[in-house]
């Protein structure tokens, strides 16, 4: 079969054999993904009529509660990977704690853990700007068989057996790495199924897009500023093209098409700036790797870092090869 023709649900089954640990239970996994990311994808394309059917708060027509569309996502994802039971952990960015997952027979015998920001840029939602899911996936530490622990969420990025993101975009996209370069599945909405697009996906080395939140200028590290100055100046292919969208996902999702570079830096009201390290910068991280693009916090890889707690936050540089090493190295001479 053509691979341009190839759906997620097949590219699965064909590919789960390459994957080292072949028990069919990540992918499993990927699979109640695609699900709930069809169910949401649903529901954030009618946030548009919220007026007509009714915001947050209020009941709809079936006499439901219409909920916000960041806690509707949580919920849809948290459901769906409960109920097929196939992971023993969840964490979500819009929960305080982690979830502990008993398998149907108390035996905790499934082995990976799920990290999710089941709906990023959700502030943009109300301005139909695109939002996205992020996922992270990493096989527990502690024995099987056991309840799950802290210790199973607070793993290096480089210990994740799978991530990716969905973008409800102008179509909806499901891209993922299970370590193996990174693939992106558009959505047909007529039909329900997402097609493989874009097989292969690869940073450029290089790129002339720089995506940051220049109204944060003023409290930059100089490291910082030093570099976006460097991208503003005229030499060469500079000066480069800003584009920030402010949403992580959609960002990204275009620098990697087109070549460029995220940063949410610290900055002098934020100390470790914004984005979360397990949620966001993690999952992304992984993916800019796969796709032979970098992921670093300045300094050290992200994928590198210990994470101390579920909610930490890291300072976030990722994107074409070569621009992230210019940005370290603006970020090393302002030592
Ligand atoms: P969220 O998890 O609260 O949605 O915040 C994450 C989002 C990212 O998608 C985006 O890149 C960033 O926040 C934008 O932040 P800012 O508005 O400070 O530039
Ligand atoms: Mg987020």
Redesign the pocket.
């Known amino acids: 079969m053509s691979r341009q023709n190839q759906t997620l649900g097949e590219f699965i089954i064909e590919n789960q054999s390459s994957f080292k640990y072949t028990s069919g239970e990540l992918s499993r996994l990927i699979n109640s993904i695609r699900l709930a990311a069809k169910v949401v994808n649903h529901e954030v394309n009618k946030a548009g009529l919220v007026d007509i059917i009714g915001a947050a708060g209020d009941t709809n027509i079936q006499g439901e509660d219409q909920q916000k569309l960041?806690v509707y996502a949580n919920d849809k994802f948290i459901q769906t990977l409960t109920n097929r039971n196939i992971v023993c952990g969840i964490a979500s960015?819009e929960e305080d704690d982690f979830i502990t997952i008993n398998s149907q027979d108390e035996n905790h015998q499934n082995k990976y853990v799920v990290l999710i920001?089941p709906?990023?840029?959700?502030?943009?939602i109300d301005v139909n700007v695109s939002?996205?899911t992020i996922f992270s996936i990493y096989r527990r530490v502690t024995p099987v068989g056991t309840p799950v622990t802290i210790k199973d969420f607070l793993q290096k990025g480089s210990q994740q057996v799978a991530a990716g993101y969905v973008v409800y975009g102008t179509s909806t996209m499901l891209v993922y790495t299970t370590g193996d370069g990174v693939n992106g599945f558009t959505l047909n909405p007529a039909i329900g199924t997402f097609y493989l697009s874009h097989p292969d996906m690869q940073f450029p080395e290089d790129g002339k897009i720089y995506?940051?939140?220049e109204?944060?200028y003023i409290h930059f590290p100089k490291g910082i500023k030093d570099y976006i100055k460097y991208c503003q100046m005229e030499e060469g292919d500079r000066p480069y093209t800003s584009r920030?969208?402010?949403?992580?996902?959609?960002?990204f999702h275009r620098n990697m098409i087109k070549g460029g570079i995220?940063m949410?830096p610290k900055s002098s009201k934020n100390s470790d700036g914004?984005?979360?390290l397990l949620?966001?910068c993690n999952p992304m991280a992984f993916l800019a790797e796969q796709a032979n693009g970098k992921a670093s916090d300045g300094f050290t890889r992200i994928m590198d870092i210990m994470p101390t707690e579920l909610h930490q936050r890291v300072p976030f540089i990722c994107g074409s090869k070569n621009m992230v090493e210019k940005a370290e190295e603006f970020m090393r001479n302002a030592q």
């Open positions: 960041d960015e920001d709906l990023d840029g959700s502030s943009n939002v996205g995506s940051v939140n109204g944060n920030y969208i402010g949403s992580l996902v959609s960002d995220y949410y914004k984005l979360r949620y966001e």
